[in-house]
């Protein structure tokens, strides 16, 4: 056999021992999700009625908050689809409905704005809003923000979107809505890409609302990550703004709750800062948020953010914790989403270190469903909300 020959051989060998060895790791990666849970199945029917939080002893009527959400449905000259983030409107109108608020719905425009629906994050709180009658004709009738009356809200909270970055920052009544609120002592909210409703926010001595207080929103590293031409389609990108008008920007880690509080103004960074976002302002609106059952998607949050402050044991031991509890099983995707984040990052130890983790929640899932097995009486039963 010739040497060149000899190469090409060795060259293949190689090879197919490579392809072998990354359809070995894939079967084995995918091994370690969740298998198909009946009780998703059904999910997409999922009504308001079958929310135990929303619907049981649910408080008096405590008055209205305003959640507005962006008119814009295309990105700038790019005409790239967008709207409002249907999930971070759904999530945190069942948090303030479920404390004994009443919740309207507003847009620069008026009327039905377009909207982001992502089927892959999708909950049982976000199909039982799609199947709400009442918050579908409100989303479906928003007001339009020059005819929003102040006076009947005791809080506004914006909506993410991307397209809150064309339509929000000059929209004068939505300035307007905000200073006044900032000066009555109102409550004001926004999570992921809602701040840009505070950009442009002056107050009556001339300094822009921002100037020195600590927010949070949709960071420059997320916005980039996902769209890497960003900075040509968006007018902005977000963090700058912020910046730029005077804001203590906070910036979390990258696609994990953070949550913001200065005083009545109240930001979250991304739609994972949804729930966290919604309870503070129920919080600071003076009454102590109704107890809700956290779902997997925010488990598989507090496990990643564990991680990344005290390290991998300690994320471990909140594994264990979490799995012994009457609580949603950990959300396994999306550990295993932030393992390949951090994989295309080039952080090859980080990635390991959330596969292992990821095995473990697995681990832990076999052990009790083992000891389920063996223990009479009827099963434990567990969340199916994502």
Not at 124 to 148: G, W, Y
Not at 223 to 241: C, G, H, N, V
Not at 250 to 266: F, S
């Amino acid at each position: 056999m010739s040497r060149k020959k000899r190469i090409i051989k060795r060259a293949l060998i190689v090879f197919t021992g490579l392809v072998v060895s990354v359809i070995g790791f894939g079967y084995w990666f995918m091994s370690l999700l969740h298998p198909i849970d009946p009780a998703l199945l059904n999910m997409e029917s999922t009504t308001p009625d079958d929310l135990s939080y929303v619907m049981e002893n649910r408080p008096p009527y405590r008055g209205k908050i305003l959640a507005v959400v962006t008119s814009c449905g295309a990105m700038g000259e790019s005409k790239k689809a967008t709207g409002y983030e249907m999930s971070e409107l759904a999530r945190a109108y069942y948090v303030f409905v479920a404390n004994g608020f009443e919740v309207d719905v507003a847009s620069p425009k008026g009327g039905k704005p377009p909207v982001v629906i992502d089927d892959e994050d999708m909950g049982r709180f976000d199909h039982a809003f799609l199947n709400d009658t009442v918050a579908q004709s409100k989303v479906s009738n928003t007001i339009a923000m020059q005819d929003v009356n102040p006076e009947i809200y005791e809080a506004i909270y914006f909506v993410g979107g991307k397209g809150t970055l064309f339509d929000f920052p000059q929209n004068q009544y939505i300035q307007s809505i905000v200073r006044r609120y900032h000066e009555e002592g109102k409550v004001v909210g926004a999570v992921c890409h809602g701040p840009a409703a505070l950009i442009n926010v002056k107050l009556n001595n001339g300094n822009y609302l921002l100037k020195g207080r600590p927010v949070s929103a949709f960071t420059n590293q997320e916005e980039l990550f996902l769209i890497k031409d960003a900075r040509s389609i968006f007018p902005f990108l977000l963090q700058d703004k912020l910046i730029e008008h005077g804001a203590d920007f906070k910036e979390g880690h990258m696609y994990l709750e953070q949550v913001v509080k200065d005083g009545n103004l109240i930001t979250g960074q991304n739609p994972w800062s949804t729930w966290a976002v919604a309870e503070a302002m129920v919080s600071q609106l003076g009454y102590a948020p109704k107890h809700r059952n956290k779902t997997g998607e925010e488990l598989s949050v507090e496990v990643l953010e564990t991680f990344e402050v005290y390290g991998y044991a300690q994320a471990k031991a909140l594994i264990n914790h979490s799995s012994n509890a009457e609580q949603a099983p950990i959300n396994r995707e999306l550990l295993a989403v932030h393992s390949i984040l951090a994989a295309m990052q080039w952080d090859v130890v980080k990635a390991v270190k959330i596969v292992g983790l990821l095995k473990y929640v697995k681990s832990v899932g076999n052990r009790q469903q083992n000891e389920s097995s063996k223990t009479p009486g009827p099963p434990r039963e567990t969340s199916a909300e994502k």
